[in-house]
């Protein structure tokens, strides 16, 4: 998939595993969105409308389960690690050519191994006020952006205290935590493309590496290297 790729809202009637071998993957489920290194997958339960887009250029693999031939019960989208034997298992159980006794066995190991990660991704829900929604979109395409809540409100219309409201009432987030998270989605995707921290952390509005890691340990529990090394680990 070329960056920018997108599959609109849609559902199965099976159960899917979303996994990205190489690139970065953003999956959005109602108001939600997970962004997935190779390291991570998506659980995606059947009947569950999603979007899918390669953030980076990616190669998308997934795994389609019949759910009365599975045993995982999972009833919301759920990331698992995608450690060495997951990571061969997702190909070996895409050959069109593997019968039915050896596709029934690769299946089984599968399920044994799927297991809730103990790290968040990094979700950025979005206000639905247009007002809120326009700092918000311009955010998401330049993270770095400085501008505090009155010089926006200056862009868009609104006082400081009016937007502020609007992205705590309309995103459960202040807008300081809203912004963090945009800034640390978007350094997720770009240390998915292997650029180097530092250059990473100006990217997306870090004046300091350190700053940036303090950041991301906060928002997901384990510091950048740990998170993109999840799946060789396992869930903790």
């Known amino acids: 998939m070329p960056r920018g ?19 970065v993957l953003g999956v959005d489920v109602e108001e939600h969105e997970w962004v997935l290194p190779p390291t991570l997958a998506l659980w995606i339960p059947a ?6 887009t390669a953030t980076r250029p990616a190669l998308m693999r997934s795994v389609y389960l019949l ?14 690690s995608v450690g060495p034997l ?17 596709r029934r066995r690769a299946e089984a190991v599968l399920f044994d191994l799927l297991r809730p990660v103990g790290v968040t991704t990094i979700e950025v829900p979005m206000p ?3 007002r809120a929604l326009r700092v918000a979109h311009a955010l998401i395409a330049s993270p770095a952006d400085p501008r505090a809540l009155a010089e926006w409100g200056r862009d868009v219309g609104a006082s ?3 937007l502020a409201r609007l992205f705590s009432a309309q995103t459960g987030l202040s807008f300081g935590r809203w912004r963090t998270r945009v800034r640390l989605r978007a ?4 240390m998915a ?24 340990r906060a928002e997901t529990g384990r510091t950048p290297g740990a998170y993109f090394a999840a799946g060789d680990r396992g869930a903790r």
Request: with cysteine.
């Open 5 to 23: 790729q997108h599959f609109d809202e849609h559902e199965h009637d099976v159960h899917q595993l979303v996994w990205a071998s190489a690139g």
């Open 47 to 52: 009947g569950v409308p999603h979007a899918t």
């Open 67 to 80: 759910p009365e031939r599975c045993p995982v019960r999972w009833t919301r989208p759920t990331v698992v």
């Open 86 to 102: 997951l990571r061969e298992l997702i190909p070996h159980l895409g050959d069109p050519d593997l019968e039915q006794g050896p």
């Open 128 to 130: 639905t006020d247009e």
């Open 160 to 162: 400081a205290r009016t």
């Open 187 to 190: 350094g997720l995707e770009h």
């Open 193 to 216: 493309a292997n650029r180097p921290l530092a250059a990473v952390a100006r990217q997306v509005g870090y004046t300091t590496p350190s700053s940036f890691v303090a950041a991301f």
